[in-house]
């Protein structure tokens, strides 16, 4: 992207103090105060790209004590935000359709989520979203995708 993006412009700023990133992260949670339940970290963000990143913690558990899959999807459903937010071109706009996820591990130990598109993918209509989130050891514990529809902002008047 050549062009300046506000998302991008915070994080770099708040990325120089110390505690940056959570003070981005409580930032960014505010705009969907429940992102705030999974106490999040957005550790990297650029255009097509975000990462998310929270502690397994008793907040976070289901019964058999291993990450929450809806904890697991509110991180995934955040770095698809945040991407959507840093990447989408200024006469654009984006609103989610609906998320498909398989469970393919469990979830035992802190998460990292990562969302990622195609530059060239930015055009109205549907566009999936790849989001996958991953335990400790990098193995993928939920995988799928956010379907978000893109349209034209319509004219000011």
């Excluded at 105060?33 to 558990?61: D, H, M, Q, S």
């Excluded at 984006?94 to 469970?103: A, E, L, N, S, T």
């Excluded at 993918?121 to 979203?129: A, C």
Aim: glycine share 6%; proline share 7%; aromatic share 10%.
């Amino acid at each position: 992207m050549s062009q300046s993006n506000y998302l991008i412009d915070l994080y770099d700023r708040c990325a120089r103090w110390p505690f940056g990133q959570a003070l981005f992260s409580r930032l960014f949670a505010r705009k969907a105060p429940y992102f705030a339940t999974i106490g999040p970290r957005v550790t990297e963000l650029r255009p097509n790209f975000c990462e998310v990143r929270f502690a397994k913690r008793r907040k976070v558990e289901n019964h058999i004590g291993t990450v929450h899959v809806i904890a697991i999807c509110n991180a995934l459903e955040m770095a698809m935000g945040g991407l959507a937010e840093a990447t989408i071109p200024k006469h654009l706009r984006w609103i989610p359709r609906g998320m498909q996820v398989d469970y393919t591990a469990k979830a035992d130990s802190d998460i990292r989520v990562t969302a990622e598109t195609n530059p060239e993918d930015w055009k109205p209509g549907d566009l999936p979203v790849k989001v996958t989130a991953y335990r400790a050891d990098d193995t993928v514990v939920v995988q799928g995708t956010i379907m978000l529809y893109v349209s034209e902002k319509p004219p000011k008047a």
